[in-house]
């Protein structure tokens, strides 16, 4: 179907456009009233199912647009029809029989996955006539790992974006309860820069209170250079990002809160692995940052493959250094590693707390 937007003075006015144009085959998508400049504008949306050729389209820059976003959808179908031609041409020159029966079985294990051919085709690369190279080794260097443990990051401040919804504020309660179980005097603050509608703030001021951490709402930049001037108050700073708004990007949001330049900030970016492929990008590009330094994978109980967790990790070049697995706040979460990794990867098998293990061991 295409979609065309009338505007006119009047209803009458742009009913009588549509009719010109398409007649009687139009159906009335939206039909809106909204002021520009203090004039009254009639907007009206219809779809009409008629081939483009028999449409007769003008050369206003609206129409000339209009017919080009029309259009997106075929060039869309067209450039995955490309894509996959592509990867079946390629695909022949994948002569499995350099593989070794366990290396295959693995690359067709993947395939089914759900991880991408591009990787497949990369590891193809990797394997191909040498029968005795472990496969486990090169899955590594795409989809690296890196624990978001204390030791292993020596920056202060620890800021956690990503989508609404996918489990920021969450996992920032983990990873303070944990740092304050295991290091009871460590300085930790919560800070929390989603100022929206949701509860988020109200709930990490809440833990922060209970479990005797300080608190810091991050509203404005003064709000954040205040924060990085009292920095030496503390050991660990974790900041609850908001979700961006549609046009936003994290690299533009840093530089105006001013803490995209030479601080001690890390950005954890958290996702779900059951988002499309072409979120993934959009995510990918959306939070693209010198300042992004890990991918934090949360719900992998919900989820029922993980093709995505190394697709984004081969695209990203990110380690991931959080899994988390429950929608309580404790048992639910682990720095990455790379058993616990590939184990959900290959047999579906969530990770496991110190804790769980101990008590199960009991
Ligand atoms: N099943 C499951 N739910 C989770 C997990 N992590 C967070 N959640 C839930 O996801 C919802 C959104 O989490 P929240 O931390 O508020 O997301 P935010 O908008 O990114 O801050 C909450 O209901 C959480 O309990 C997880 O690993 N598994
Ligand atoms: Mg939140």
């Known amino acids: 179907m295409r979609v065309k937007t009338f505007r006119g003075k009047s209803t009458a006015a742009v009913f009588a456009e549509i009719k010109a144009e398409f007649g009687d085959d139009a159906v009335i998508l939206s039909n809106k009233t909204t002021e520009e400049n203090g004039r009254r504008i009639h907007e009206i949306m219809v779809g009409v199912d008629k081939p483009e050729s028999e449409v007769k389209?003008?050369?206003?820059?609206?129409?000339?647009?209009?017919?080009?976003?029309?259009?997106?959808?075929?060039?869309?179908r067209e450039w995955n029809q490309i894509k996959g031609h592509m990867m079946a041409l390629l695909k022949p020159q994948m002569n499995m029989n350099l593989?070794?029966?366990?290396?295959?079985?693995?690359l067709e294990y993947l395939e089914r996955e759900g991880v991408d051919n591009k990787v497949i085709l990369d590891l193809f690369q990797q394997l191909r006539g040498n029968k005795s190279k472990a496969i486990l080794p090169e899955l590594e260097k795409i989809a690296p790992v890196r624990p978001l443990d204390g030791n292993l990051w020596k920056e202060k401040f620890h800021a956690l974006a990503g989508p609404h919804g996918a489990g920021k504020t969450s996992t920032i309660i983990r990873l303070a309860l944990k740092e304050k179980r295991e290091n009871p005097t460590a300085r930790i603050c919560l800070a929390s820069a989603d100022q929206g509608q949701g509860k988020g703030r109200l709930v990490l001021?809440?833990?922060?209170?209970?479990?005797?951490?300080?608190?810091?709402?991050?509203?404005?930049?003064?709000?954040?250079?205040?924060?990085?001037?009292?920095?030496?108050?503390?050991?660990?700073?974790?900041?609850?990002?908001?979700?961006?708004?549609?046009?936003?990007e994290l690299d533009g949001w840093l530089s105006a809160c001013g803490i995209n330049g030479p601080c001690d900030l890390a950005v954890h970016l958290v996702l779900n692995p059951y988002y499309s492929?072409?979120?993934?990008?959009?995510?990918?590009?959306?939070?693209?940052?010198?300042?992004?330094?890990?991918?934090?994978?949360?719900?992998?109980?919900?989820?029922?493959?993980?093709?995505?967790?190394?697709?984004?990790?081969?695209?990203?070049?990110?380690?991931?250094?959080?899994?988390?697995y429950g929608s309580t706040l404790r048992n639910s979460m682990k720095p990455a590693c790379e058993k616990d990794f590939w184990r959900l990867v290959f047999k579906h098998q969530l990770p496991c707390s110190d804790q769980e293990v101990l008590a199960r061991a009991v």
């Not at 984004?312 to 990110?318: H, I, P, Q």
């Open 277 to 324: 492929q072409a979120q993934y990008c959009a995510f990918l590009k959306k939070y693209k940052s010198a300042k992004l330094k890990s991918l934090i994978w949360t719900k992998l109980d919900e989820a029922c493959n993980y093709g995505a967790l190394v697709n984004t990790a081969y695209e990203s070049g990110l380690p991931v250094s959080l899994l988390s």
């Open 57 to 76: 389209t003008g050369d206003t820059r609206d129409e000339v647009i209009d017919a080009a976003m029309d259009s997106i959808p075929d060039w869309n």
């Open 205 to 248: 001021r809440h833990y922060a209170d209970l479990s005797g951490l300080d608190f810091r709402e991050l509203g404005t930049r003064e709000d954040f250079a205040r924060l990085i001037g009292e920095s030496r108050n503390f050991d660990r700073v974790f900041i609850d990002l908001p979700g961006l708004a549609a046009n936003a």
């Open 99 to 106: 593989l070794a029966p366990r290396q295959r079985l693995a």
